[in-house]
């Protein structure tokens, strides 16, 4: 079983930055940031090998966001720069064990959600 705890959002003004961090507990093979927007689909945001370095971002955030994991404590984080009104949203942290690693991946293991909002 793998469990994952969230932290790290909060309210900026667009153009500002944050950074979401998730700690994990249990071994995954991948690990990745989702968003969800009031009356949108889930949005793939971003993912990680947990072994190495290779990533994988949604055309919406590329440039702007990048996620990294630190192995030493488990911890997945979203380093989030120039947010924009659009970015608004509950992200959630996921992993998976197996599998290909991308945004369109099938995650099993999700956290309760930290809420990020941008305003104009």
């Known amino acids: 079983q793998v469990q994952l705890a969230e932290s790290g959002g909060g309210s900026v003004q667009a153009g500002g930055s944050l950074r979401l961090s998730c700690a994990a507990s249990?071994?995954?093979?991948?690990m990745g940031w989702f968003r969800q927007a009031p009356g949108k689909e889930r949005e793939g945001v971003a993912t990680i090998f947990t072994s190495g370095v290779i990533t994988n971002y949604a055309d919406s955030v590329k440039g702007r966001f990048t996620i990294s994991h630190d192995n030493t404590k488990n911890t997945l984080y979203l380093q989030m720069t120039n947010l924009e009104p659009e970015d608004s949203a509950m992200y959630y942290c996921?992993?998976?064990?197996?599998?290909?690693?991308?945004?369109?991946?099938?995650?099993?293991?999700w956290g309760q959600g930290t809420q990020v909002t941008v305003s104009s």
């Open positions: 996921a992993a998976v064990r197996g599998g290909i690693c991308w945004v369109g991946a099938k995650f099993g293991y």
């Open positions: 249990g071994y995954t093979s991948c």
